[in-house]
């Protein structure tokens, strides 16, 4: 890899970049300022068509997998070598805001753009990717476009998926015309020679230490865990506090434990988060007697990790044992955290001493696509600030001075990459 300095002259199109960001913020299933693309909904083929033309218009070459990641290229003249990757996902959550993703799929063309104006000409080819179904909407499972591409899940797995209708992954992608074997996705050994993906920071270190680019060092390992419990039901008036099994008490006991597990794990990187939490029957009058939880954990550490997993555990087999109720534990998921290249981090954090931009080394706690290319490529990530920390929500917001910074710099880095 290159780490020389660059005479390239790269001027970022911020107003069109910007126009393309709104744009794409329209096709949604609910209206503005509220962004919705479900994995392979009507929005979600919308919004694929959108980046297609984008990618025609750049003069790009395309090309889909079987699972729908989009591939644009511009080819090296010396095609046969590993590519250069960046890009990032356009399917968003309900109630989502406009940049989550779309900064890193938009904001890679707007940079290779940039290159072509400046008159680059890459030796290794240079590749946007759309991912698929970066967020866990449609199947409770994130990533699974990058899952497919790096072998992190298998293809029995991805077929069992089903959605709360109790479709499958098979039957959605061929409604939305994507075909061949599942097999197929999974990226040739050495296919790329670098990934960088830029994007908001969706927390709010940087705008905080008023830094414009941050550097991704480290991406967070997420797992997920869904617990059912059982206890017994009754009239809210009739059943006597001291014989009660009440199952949603046990789960406020574990809600509460994973809070205090996350704080007391021994790393500053331990999250969790109960963010699913049902009862049955869910009427005023009655004593719960089932309750279900989803619960996230993540760190950059795994024996952090480890050791809040044993404290939510081990509190949740107390209270349930107190309680006289029934529990069921399970993991749905347990990815182990990532580490930028650090090689490529150099890059991108020299890139920006050289453009006078100030840059802080990071450790990103949401889990991206470029988790998953870290384990089939050298990857870093650009991070660049976004209000208050703000996304998912939409009020989601980065400005336009700073997605400028994040797409110059991808630009710069990328082109260092190829050359």
């Not at 400046?118 to 590749?127: K, Q, Y």
């Not at 917001?397 to 050359?419: C, D, F, K, N, Q």
Request: net charge negative; glycine share 10%; with cysteine.
């Amino acid at each position: 890899m290159s780490s020389k300095k660059s005479e390239l002259k790269i001027t970022i199109d911020s107003a069109g970049l910007g126009r393309r960001i709104d744009e794409l913020a329209l096709i949604s299933e609910a209206p503005a300022p509220v962004v919705t693309r479900v994995l392979f909904s009507e929005a979600d083929r919308r919004g694929r068509e959108y980046v297609r033309r984008a990618a025609r218009e750049a003069g790009l070459a395309l090309r889909e997998d079987a699972v729908g990641n989009i591939f644009a290229r511009w080819e090296g003249s010396e095609p046969g070598l590993p590519a250069v990757g960046s890009g990032s996902h356009t399917d968003a959550i309900p109630n989502a805001g406009r940049y989550d993703g779309v900064v890193g799929v938009l904001g890679a063309f707007e940079a290779l753009a940039a290159l072509k104006r400046a008159g680059f000409r890459p030796r290794r080819p240079l590749e946007v990717v759309m991912f698929t179904a970066e967020e866990p909407t449609r199947f409770g499972l994130g990533c699974l476009g990058s899952r497919l591409m790096a072998g992190s899940i298998s293809v029995e797995k991805a077929q069992a998926l089903r959605d709360r209708e109790g479709r499958t992954l098979d039957e959605l992608r061929t409604a939305a015309g994507c075909s061949g074997p599942l097999a197929s996705v999974r990226l040739p050994t050495g296919y790329y020679h670098a990934f960088v993906e830029l994007h908001i920071e969706q927390g709010p270190i940087l705008e905080a230490d008023g830094i414009p680019i941050g550097i991704v060092e480290h991406i967070a390992g997420p797992s997920s865990y869904r617990v059912t419990l059982h206890g017994e039901g009754g009239h809210a008036g009739a059943v006597p506090m001291p014989v009660r099994h009440d199952a949603l008490l046990a789960g406020a006991e574990i809600a509460l434990a994973v809070e205090r597990a996350a704080i007391t794990s021994g790393s500053r990187d331990t999250v969790g988060t109960v963010g699913v939490f049902r009862i049955e029957p869910g009427a005023v009058n009655s004593v719960p007697f089932k309750a279900y939880l989803e619960i996230d954990l993540r760190d950059a550490r795994l024996d952090t990790r480890s050791k809040a997993l044993a404290i939510i555990r081990s509190s949740a087999e107390e209270a349930c044992a107190r309680r006289g109720v029934r529990m069921e534990f399970e993991e749905i998921n347990a990815d182990p955290p990532a580490a930028g290249d650090p090689e490529t981090v150099a890059i991108a954090e020299s890139v920006c001493a050289e453009l006078g931009l100030r840059s802080l080394r990071m450790v990103s706690r949401a889990y991206h696509d470029s988790l998953f290319m870290a384990r089939v490529s050298p990857t870093t990530m650009v991070f660049i600030p976004c209000r208050n920390g703000w996304s998912h929500r939409p009020e989601e917001y980065a400005s336009p001075e700073h997605i400028a910074w994040g797409a110059e710099v991808l630009a710069h880095t990328l082109a260092r990459l190829a050359t």
